[in-house]
């Protein structure tokens, strides 16, 4: 058979590593041959092929980003988007394919697969992990060790300065890297997209924090907003046509924070470096079991499916669990790590 591979959306750590086991099992154990198509969704909608055979996948394990190219392409915005995937599917003789990407790219799969038959299977990927339908996504604990190291470091210049040190982690929709790293990070405030802070109880927390001796850390998710709203971050909300965002959330409420206690406050916004470079070894390890068993889900056709852990186990889910809201911290989480959240 001749499969298809796409990785689509923002990149992460980890999607190479997929893409290699993807390519060597499927060589080696089923006798497949591959194409890879260029930039996410774009490459089967316009027909842009990258090479992909054993060869090209030697030495990638290690490798950030994608061999592939990525892109937000959404090849459903078109009228005639899933005929022209149909047509390129077919001249290149592509049986299956497998789609390694967040809500989006699989959202759009699903809708692929459920409304115009096309023969995907997914495979979950997001620093964010906030995909519905699997506990864990590829390059979420590769962000988390990036997050970790810098608040570790940071706590040293806190101390130092007896400063309020704001870190700003990613995480759009849900606090999953901003708990984590919180945690693992011994941060004394932090503050996630799911629950809106209030700044006055933060500042609060932060000056019983010095009266105990600590020069608090705040780590703060991207996507977290204050009580008073988006608007009070004095940005408008993202995404509106012609108008840009004055300044993020961390370099926002570090202001906030000075202006209200009269601590010294600093930010640091971790932005892409938590995307880039070499997975860690547990997401080499979720990238290489995903792969494989994406490939023997494309072997045995069982299309409109994605590979998804679940506890320990690597199962199939349909493809459409993947869609809809994000997948959020559980509020009992914050009561049991017992971290101020705001
Ligand atoms: O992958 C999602 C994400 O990591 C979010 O947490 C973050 O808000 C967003 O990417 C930022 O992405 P960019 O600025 O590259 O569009």
């Known amino acids: 058979m001749r499969v298809g591979v796409l990785t689509g959306g923002r990149d992460c750590p980890g999607l190479n590593a997929v893409v290699r086991a993807v390519v060597r099992k499927g060589v080696q154990v089923h006798g497949h041959e591959f194409v890879g198509f260029r930039d996410g969704w774009r490459g089967p909608l316009e027909g842009e092929t990258v090479p992909l055979d054993i060869r090209a996948v030697r030495g990638t394990l290690p490798r950030g980003g994608t061999i592939l190219g990525s892109s937000r392409t959404d090849p459903l915005a078109r009228?005639?988007?899933?005929?022209?995937?149909?047509?390129?599917?077919?001249?290149?003789?592509?049986?299956?394919?497998?789609?390694?990407?967040?809500?989006?790219?699989?959202?759009?799969?699903?809708?692929?697969?459920?409304?115009?038959?096309?023969?995907?299977?997914?495979?979950?990927?997001?620093?964010?992990?906030?995909?519905?339908?699997?506990?864990?996504?590829?390059?979420?604990?590769?962000?988390?060790?990036?997050?970790?190291?810098?608040i570790d470091r940071l706590h040293t210049t806190a101390e130092s300065h007896k400063r309020v040190l704001v870190v700003e982690v990613m995480g759009g929709e849900a606090g999953w890297i901003a708990v984590h790293s919180g945690l693992a990070g011994g941060a004394n405030v932090i503050l996630v997209p799911e629950q809106p802070f209030d700044v006055d109880r933060v500042c609060g927390w932060v000056t019983s924090r010095f009266q105990a001796t600590y020069s608090p850390i705040v780590v703060v998710a991207d996507g977290a907003v204050p009580k008073e709203g988006e608007a009070a971050l004095g940005r408008t909300p993202a995404g509106t046509p012609g108008q840009v965002r004055l300044s993020g959330v961390g370099e926002w409420l570090a202001r906030e924070i000075e202006h209200r206690t009269g601590k010294e406050a600093r930010t640091t916004v971790l932005g892409h470096l938590q995307r880039g470079g070499s997975p860690s070894p547990a997401d080499r390890w979720l990238a290489t079991r995903f792969g494989l068993h994406a490939i023997d889900a494309v072997h045995e056709?069982?299309?409109g499916t994605m590979v998804a852990l679940r506890g320990t186990d690597v199962v199939r889910v349909p493809l459409r669990e993947a869609t809809g809201r994000p997948r959020t911290v559980d509020p009992a989480l914050y009561e049991e790590i017992g971290v101020f959240f705001g």
Not at 112 to 122: C, F, K, Q
Not at 127 to 148: K, Q, S, W
């Open 301 to 303: 056709r069982d299309f």
């Open 79 to 150: 009228e005639d988007g899933a005929r022209r995937i149909h047509d390129t599917l077919a001249e290149l003789g592509v049986e299956g394919l497998i789609a390694i990407g967040g809500r989006d790219t699989l959202g759009t799969a699903a809708r692929l697969a459920d409304g115009h038959g096309v023969p995907v299977v997914g495979v979950p990927k997001t620093i964010d992990n906030d995909l519905p339908g699997t506990d864990r996504t590829v390059g979420f604990d590769t962000a988390v060790g990036v997050a970790v190291e810098a």
